[in-house]
C-alpha cells in the first residue's frame, strides 16, 4: 500500500503552475497521479507525445483549446483526456488557479521538465522505456 500526503508528494514547477507527483514510475503502478495547479491567467501550449492525460478538475475555471480553435470549458466536475497526444492550450482564469486531478500513462519517473518543441508546444520528451 502506498500512502502520500499533498505535503509529502514531490512537487516540480513546470512553469505555469506546480504539479505535486503522487505516484511515480518506481511505485510501479504504471501510470503517475498528480495534483496539478495552473497559475491564474496563464496559458500553456503542452502537447505529451510519449504520454496519454486525462485531467479533472477540482477547483477554479479555465478552458482547454484544440488547435481547430475548439474552446472548451474547466470548471470543478469537468474531465478532459488526451486521447490522441492532442496538442492543445491550457488556460486558466485571469482571476483565479485552476487545480487539476492528472493520469499520466506511461508513470512519469518524476524528474521530467517541460520542453518547448520546434512548434511552441511544452512536453514531456523522450519517455524512458
Same mark, same amino acid.
Given at each position: 500500500?502506498?500512502?502520500?500526503? =499533498?505535503?509529502?508528494? /514531490? ?23 498528480? +495534483? ?29 483549446? +484544440?488547435?481547430? %480553435?475548439?474552446?472548451? /470549458? ?19 482564469? /485571469? +482571476?483565479?488557479? =485552476? ?10 519517473? %518524476? ?5 518547448? +518543441?520546434?512548434?511552441?508546444?511544452? %512536453?514531456? /520528451?523522450?519517455?524512458?522505456?
Amino acid at each position: 500500500m502506498i500512502i502520500r500526503t =499533498l505535503d509529502s508528494a /514531490p512537487s516540480i514547477d513546470w512553469g505555469n503552475g506546480l504539479s505535486r507527483r503522487f505516484l511515480l514510475h518506481s511505485d510501479n503502478m504504471g501510470y503517475t497521479l498528480t +495534483d496539478t495547479i495552473v497559475r491564474a491567467g496563464t496559458t500553456a501550449r503542452l502537447e505529451y507525445r510519449d504520454h496519454f492525460e486525462a485531467c479533472y478538475c477540482i477547483e477554479g475555471k479555465g478552458e482547454v483549446r +484544440d488547435l481547430q %480553435g475548439n474552446a472548451y /470549458p474547466i470548471q470543478p466536475g469537468t474531465m478532459y483526456a488526451l486521447d490522441e497526444h492532442d496538442p492543445h492550450l491550457l488556460i486558466a482564469a /485571469p +482571476d483565479t488557479d =485552476l487545480r487539476l486531478v492528472c493520469v499520466f500513462a506511461p508513470a512519469l519517473y %518524476g524528474d521530467e521538465h517541460h520542453s518547448l +518543441d520546434s512548434r511552441g508546444f511544452s %512536453g514531456y /520528451p523522450g519517455a524512458r522505456k
